[in-house]
């Protein structure tokens, strides 16, 4: 009869414990701070959503991917055009909904991950990303040129209660990816980070795990795109740059994200095996601490010559 690991509920019970306190925090901070901190906290936890969608894509699948602001600019501008044809809902629901735009596009942009990788992967994404400004400098975001501001939604219209929005949005967010990474879906992209050939070798597919990883990491990105329009009140072009998408990539790899390929640690183990195992061997042939000198047994040999 199966059994739980014993470490099953602690596993579960840590990160769930460390979300409580964030949100505790998150509220603590927003009574406590000025309201000018409170603000730039709200910027920071919106750029940590983004971090945390590079997270995935580079730390995790390890694919160099420099597009991460264009995927937010997709999710500002679902959010800005449901707001000027007063679509149904409020800003929290025009949120999700531009994540999820930004995740399907998420989806057609990882389609030349499939066969790209490394230096390759990262001129078509940061094409990508010059071709989405260029096109959002020409049309603009919806609103933009007669002034209409996107409202916050109730209750957090203030900048206090934003700043805890925020913060919930971030901490739901970062559970969910844990959730993800613990699952067979995470164990895929670890595994295309480290070895492509050897995950189909597995019998794994390498193109959803890449995709899913563009996938989720444009929607982490769409939904840190909305959160800015309605933070503001509009979206403007110069917030979304392809130099600030390199720039977000720079601070992603410093804050250590990229993915720690386990070979150094595959190669070593073949060591530490036989490091275990010599003291018995020794001891079944007669060796002594010597490795080039046997005296007894099978093993009676003086640097590899019979005695």
């Known amino acids: 009869m199966p059994h ?13 414990a460390i979300a409580v306190a964030a949100v505790a925090g998150g509220f603590a901070l927003s009574a406590l701070l000025p309201s000018y901190y409170v603000f730039l906290g709200s910027s920071a936890v919106v750029a940590a959503i983004s971090l945390l969608g590079l997270g995935v894509v580079t730390g ?7 597009c991460q602001l264009s995927f937010a600019v997709i999710g500002a501008w679902v959010v800005s055009q449901l707001h ?24 057609l942009v990882g389609l030349p991950a499939l066969r790209l990788r490394g230096v390759n992967l990262a001129v078509v994404t940061l094409g990508f990303a010059a071709a989405v400004h260029l096109t959002i400098t020409t049309i603009q975001f919806p609103g933009a040129t007669t002034g209409i501001r996107v409202l916050k939604p109730e209750p957090f219209i203030t900048d206090r209660s934003f700043f805890v929005l925020s913060v919930i949005v971030l901490v739901v967010l970062a559970l969910a990816v844990w959730a993800l990474q613990a699952s067979r879906v995470g164990s895929g992209w670890r595994a295309v980070a480290f070895s492509e050939r050897g995950t189909a070798s597995a019998g794994a597919s390498v193109s959803f795990s890449k995709l899913t990883a563009f996938a989720v990491s444009a929607t982490l990105a769409g939904v840190s795109g909305g959160l800015v329009t309605l933070q503001v009140g509009f979206a403007s072009p110069a917030t979304f740059t392809p130099l600030q998408s390199l720039a977000l990539y720079v601070l992603a790899i410093v804050s250590g994200t990229y993915p720690r390929h386990p070979s150094s640690d595959l190669a070593d183990q073949p060591r530490r095996d036989s490091a275990r195992s010599a003291p018995s061997w020794k001891a079944a042939s007669g060796c002594g601490s010597r490795r080039d000198r046997c005296t007894t ?11």
Do not use: C, D, K, Q
């Open 297 to 307: 047994g099978a093993g009676a040999y003086v640097r590899g010559r019979p005695r």
């Open 84 to 107: 000027f044809v007063h679509a149904p809902g409020n800003g929290v629901l025009w949120m999700i909904t531009g994540g999820v735009v930004a995740g399907l596009v998420g989806l």
């Open 4 to 16: 739980a690991e014993p470490g099953a509920p602690r596993r579960i019970l840590v990160p769930v």
């Open 60 to 66: 995790s699948a390890g694919m160099i991917a420099l």
